[in-house]
């Protein structure tokens, strides 16, 4: 592996993780309640939540995702990484359809092919 690869591997950890936590939260969210009506209650609920372990893996892939972010950031200009991290909508497109059988629309389709282009331009720009 060369050390450029290595280099682009943060950022490709960043997208990976991020995705993982995206998908995990919304599946393993569907096995609880509506959320409550009542502002103290919803408090209650989230924070009760944040303690099943799946969905605590979720948030334990944004930190680790966060510190993949971090090792990127002292590889590459923020203006060259950044737009890497439009392909969490490509992907959690895709994987959410796959996985939760979530629909892909022709517009959905449409508007993250136009994030893939926007995406190639700016990362050779």
Not at 34 to 57: C, N, V
Not at 69 to 96: C, E, I, Q, R
Not at 100 to 123: M, N, Q, R
Request: proline residues 4%.
């Amino acid at each position: 592996m060369t050390h450029r690869t290595l280099d682009y591997s943060y950022i490709l950890a960043t997208v990976c993780f991020t995705v993982y936590g995206q998908l995990i939260i919304k599946w393993r969210i569907t096995s609880f309640p509506a959320l409550p009506l009542d502002f103290f209650e919803k408090i209650r609920f989230l924070i009760s939540i944040i303690f099943d372990p799946i969905i605590f893996s979720g948030f334990f892939a944004a930190f680790i995702a966060s510190l993949a972010w971090m090792a990127a950031m002292t590889k590459f200009d923020l203006s060259h990484a950044y737009p890497f991290m439009s392909l969490n909508f490509v992907v959690v497109l895709l994987l959410s359809g796959y996985f939760l059988g979530e629909p892909i629309s022709w517009g959905k389709s449409l508007g993250v092919g136009f994030i893939v282009l926007g995406t190639v331009l700016a990362s050779r720009g």
